[in-house]
């Protein structure tokens, strides 16, 4: 996979590439000396444009690391990324800034929603620091399938867990980002609330192309996705195709004794 720093414009973004994400001969490492941990051992990996990968793997293994690499959160000891056609590498602070914000959406295990702001606020709030004006009929199509349509006017302290993450949902897809990353997005849902911010995050990618990534430690949640990547001691140790959650968990459980 060839990737060149390029200037970032979100206008045609990595419109060359099929894929969405990827690293090559990843590295990062933590600490010198006796404190010195390696969380991620050269690890070279793709995420295909259109498709729902999850990342999974032991406590320890890197997997919250690989996902903080790939989406800009965090910078490489040594290796590449790329986000479609564009290399990380080379960016400067502010585009990186500019990348993250109008080419990456995010939904963490912490909604992150702004308190003071109402749903629809809170969805918005990424354009409207952009200075970008909202595709109305895409964040209304968005809203409608996450059935937020009669909770616009509503602060987070006004929503269940599983609304609030549903408008974490709706904040990332609202602005049409090339790759959605999910850090344990169902880590603090209920089982309920769980399957159905999954569903969205699998409709994002059936119904919209989007290309969704997401870290879990959940055989029902990676069930959802169309690849699950595993990772071991900072490697890349197995990757499974139409997962089930019977095979994941027998594969976890595999990977925990190893």
Known sequence: MTAHAVDVDPAEPGATSTVAAGAIELTKVYGTGDTRVTALDAVSVDFARGEFTAIMGPSGSGKSTLMHCLAGLDEASSGRVVIGDTEL??????????????????????????????????????????????????????????????????????????????VACARALAGKPQIIFGDEPTGNLDSRSSGEVLSILRAAVDEFGQTVVIVTHEPTAAAYADRVVFL??????????DPTADSVLDRMKALEVR
């Open 232 to 241: 071991a001691d900072g490697r890349i140790v197995d990757e499974m195709r």
């Open 89 to 166: 590498t080379d960016l400067s602070d502010k585009q990186m800034t500019t990348l993250r914000r109008d080419r990456i959406g995010f939904v963490f295990q912490a909604f992150n929603l702004v308190p003071t702001l109402t749903a629809l606020e809170n969805i918005t709030l990424p354009l409207d620091i952009a200075g970008r004006a909202p595709d109305d009929e895409w964040v209304a199509t968005v809203l409608k399938r996450l059935g937020l349509e009669d909770r616009l006017g509503h602060r987070p302290s006004e929503l269940s867990g599983g609304q609030q993450q549903r």
